[in-house]
């Protein structure tokens, strides 16, 4: 695992690579960017237009998707000259653009001989974050590189798939970044085939987990715990039984029973579920409320204003795990009645009226709704040897199938076997760069600075001169660098240029030049001094091969691009 900087959104605004424009508003310098740009357009878009789509969506295509209701307060909603209520006009900034392409596509897209399509953006996306953190990690804008692929059919789409994954996985290979790729669940985006790419991080937001033992990897919201197998005939005494709470996305209270492996009996919370298999139960659970209880309570105050309001949040649903189903269910519920009648209690000490309670729905699942946990059983070897790590993900490729065409009627005909209008089947791949940026910034830096891969370094090398040293020296240096050598014959040049930068600051001195040069971590440091006056020898600085060396200038290129080569 490799070391990480503790604040490496400070260190990149200290060195401008990014600036802080506003709260939670970061601004990506142009020295960056196309670089990184480049860096990911090498990877598996052969073929592939690009275009731009509008960072401003309307809800009628998301309503026919249904997704709106998905994403709710993570839209940044928006407000016209001539209508007050976002229901009136439908507004938002762009979280995601799976809709718009999809439209564009059939707007534009007649006929079955048009396919394979392959269409890719470059763009910024927004969501509004709960907690924005770690300044690129977690944003409420950020830059993402979008590759959108249109196939004829299933077959064909899934071999699209394995192509980008590959592709994807070469683009961090490029990077030094070490990347695991894991099973993932698809969420709001649909479909049923999804991988994320991951690097293991403190930092990190999603948990992966993976087998010592054998080659299993998944995110954990996928992951399946390792709960023995136990006979449906068999009933699980209820000491051994846990209730966690959540609510409905309509605010009813959701008691989820599962086996219990901790002393905890009763929970207010899913924090010690997996809150993505609870939902996979039970769809309409809302995930993003953090303190259900709190919540269902709040709602009662509110609707006890209302005649009869408060009635209708007496609703419970009961999820319980298949294990446990055969717990007798009054002694089940008991242990939600006993919270039940503490917090009436408190209710009618406060002189508010507590609802009546039932029991409306009740779900039973075969999966286990348990967190995996460390040494945990591996579901594909069986062997005690899970490990679960926290992890930042920077790349997410999606199988969509049909889940945008046929809601949104991407048809067409001319099967080979039939005129009968199919729907298209597609794909989405995204790559975040700002995340990226943020992510080498944490992990590939020391105590010195940044240190830059190659591929995406604003410069592979930077010019640093003592004072005295004259201009056309430097200018010289700079020739020799920057200037492709070619063949005898004058074709290909068999040693291609040097990205290179002058430092020609007058208001630094030579060693703050070179504190700099390192602090924002170019890969190779050329310095014209103290040797040069002496032996004419320039040195060549490369803190990551940990290299210094003297050479003439006859030989500066080839020192150069054997340490660029090395890296």
Not at 14 to 37: E, M
Not at 425 to 448: E, N, P, Q, W, Y
Not at 458 to 487: F, M
Request: hydrophobic share 35%.
């Amino acid at each position: 695992m490799l070391k990480e900087v503790d604040d490496a959104a400070t260190l990149l605004e200290k060195t401008g690579f990014i600036q802080q424009t506003g709260i939670c508003v970061n601004s990506v310098q142009i020295l960056l960017r196309p670089a990184l740009d480049i860096l990911v357009l090498n990877g598996p878009i052969e073929g592939a237009s690009k275009l731009s789509l509008s960072s401003v969506t309307g809800k009628s295509l998301w309503e026919k998707s249904d997704r709106l209701k998905d994403y709710g307060p993570e839209l940044f909603r928006l407000k016209n000259r001539y209508d007050d209520k976002f229901d009136d006009d439908g507004l938002f900034l762009a979280p995601t653009h799976e809709e718009e392409i999809t439209e564009l596509v059939r707007q534009t897209v007649k006929t079955r001989k048009a396919l394979p399509l392959r269409l890719y953006q470059i763009s910024r996306k927004y969501r509004d974050e709960r907690r924005p953190r770690q300044g690129l990690l977690r944003a409420k804008e950020f830059l993402m590189k979008d590759l959108y692929t249109f196939d004829v059919d299933e077959t064909s789409a899934l071999q699209t798939y394995s192509k980008v994954k590959e592709g994807y996985a070469k683009i961090f290979e490029d990077l030094k970044l070490p990347v695991t790729v894991a099973g993932a669940d698809s969420g709001s985006m649909g479909g049923n085939l999804s991988h994320e790419f991951h690097v293991v991080s403190s930092n990190g937001e999603d948990t992966v987990v993976t087998c010592e033992r054998c080659d299993y990897v998944a995110n954990e919201e996928v992951a399946i715990a390792g709960h023995s197998k136990r006979s449906k005939d068999i009933s699980v005494p209820i000491e051994n039984v846990k209730c966690s709470m959540g609510i409905t996305q309509d605010k009813a209270l959701v008691l989820v029973f599962t086996e219990n492996t901790e002393q905890e009996s009763l929970a207010e919370d899913l924090k010690g579920l997996n809150v993505h298999a609870v939902k996979r139960a039970l769809p309409e659970l809302d995930t993003r409320v953090e303190h259900p209880i709190e919540r269902w309570q709040d709602e009662i105050k509110a609707r006890n204003l209302l005649p009869g309001g408060a009635k209708s949040l007496g609703r419970l649903t009961v999820v319980c795990e298949s294990a446990v189903a055969h717990v007798h269910g009054d002694e089940r519920e008991l242990q939600a009645f006993r919270w039940i009648r503490e917090t009436q209690e408190k209710f009618q000490q406060a002189g508010i009226p507590f609802p009546e309670i039932r029991f409306e729905k009740k779900v039973t699942t075969d999966e286990s709704l348990a967190k995996v946990q460390e040494g945990g059983t591996c579901p594909q070897c069986q062997s005690p040897s899970l490990n679960t790590k926290n992890a930042i993900e920077l790349g997410h490729t999606f199988h969509l199938g049909t889940r945008y065409s046929r809601p949104l009627e991407l048809v067409l005909g001319e099967t080979p076997t039939s005129n009968e209008k199919v729907p298209v089947s597609m794909g989405c791949h995204g790559i975040g760069i700002s995340r990226i940026i943020g992510t080498v910034a944490a992990l590939l830096s020391d105590d010195r600075g940044l240190n830059w891969p190659v591929s995406i370094a604003p410069y592979q090398s930077i010019i640093v001169a003592s004072p005295g040293i004259e201009p056309a020296l430097i200018d010289k240096v700079y020739d020799k660098l920057t200037r492709n050598r070619l063949n005898a014959d004058g074709t290909e040049p068999y040693q291609k240029k040097i990205d290179t930068i002058i430092d020609d600051r007058s208001d630094s001195s030579f060693i703050q030049k070179l504190k700099d040069a390192d602090l924002t971590g170019y890969p190779v440091i050329v310095v014209i001094g103290r040797q040069w006056s002496i032996n004419a020898l320039i040195e060549v600085q490369c803190r990551k091969l940990g290299k210094a060396v003297g050479v003439p200038l006859s030989n500066l290129q080839n020192t150069v691009k054997n340490f660029l080569d090395q890296l």
